[in-house]
């Protein structure tokens, strides 16, 4: 009884994470939004790992900026890019936001060249689907300890009805 008891103790905790998941899959969009952003007008170019991620980003979503291409106007990478460069043309976006990239592609942001889209909906729409697949996966791993829990209250049972009939039959053999 003391497993089932447990088993019914996680499985509340899961039931409990799954509702908050679901609760506070509505401000998924605005804590991406956020960060992003941040993220991307911040510490691009700043930051090797967080560029990486970025140009990772840009590239597998085929997306640029948070909300669009211009995002990158207000950069920090850009504003001093531009402080520093006052003869040669400078790229108005990374070269990860390039239809086809190549070292100084985003020289031009002609839609031609340059993803317009910004990479805010399509993360969002990508983690939704996997929340989605995650739930699903915690509602099937719920029920098998349903059923662990009613198989091991049928199980106690059956071996305090065995001790019962066992005390039964030494009572009997006693007389």
């Known amino acids: 009884m003391v497993y089932a008891t447990l088993l019914f103790l996680v499985f509340l905790m899961?039931?409990?994470a799954g509702v908050l998941a679901y609760m506070?899959?509505?401000s998924i969009q605005g804590e991406l939004e956020r960060n992003l952003n941040n993220t991307m007008i911040n510490w691009y170019h700043f930051d090797a790992d967080k560029t990486a991620a970025i140009d990772k980003l840009q590239r597998e979503f085929t997306c640029c900026g948070a909300?669009?291409?211009e995002d990158w106007r207000y950069s920090r990478w850009l504003k001093e890019a531009k402080e520093k460069n006052t003869t040669q043309s400078i790229n108005k976006a990374p070269d990860s936001c390039c239809k086809t990239e190549s070292e100084g592609?985003?020289?031009s942001d002609h839609p031609s060249n340059i993803n317009y889209n910004g990479c805010l909906t399509a993360l969002s729409n990508y983690v939704k689907e996997h929340l989605i697949i995650l739930g699903g996966v915690g509602i099937g791993i719920c029920f098998l300890q349903i059923f662990g829990i009613v198989f091991a209250?049928?199980?106690a049972k059956r071996i305090k009805d065995y001790k019962?009939?066992?005390v039964q039959v030494q009572y009997a053999y006693a007389r």
Do not use: G, R
Request: proline fraction near 0%; charge should be negative.
């Open 105 to 107: 592609c985003a020289v």
């Open 153 to 155: 209250c049928c199980l």
């Open 24 to 26: 506070y899959n509505t």
């Open 14 to 16: 899961e039931a409990v």
């Open 67 to 69: 909300v669009s291409f």
């Open 164 to 166: 019962y009939k066992e």
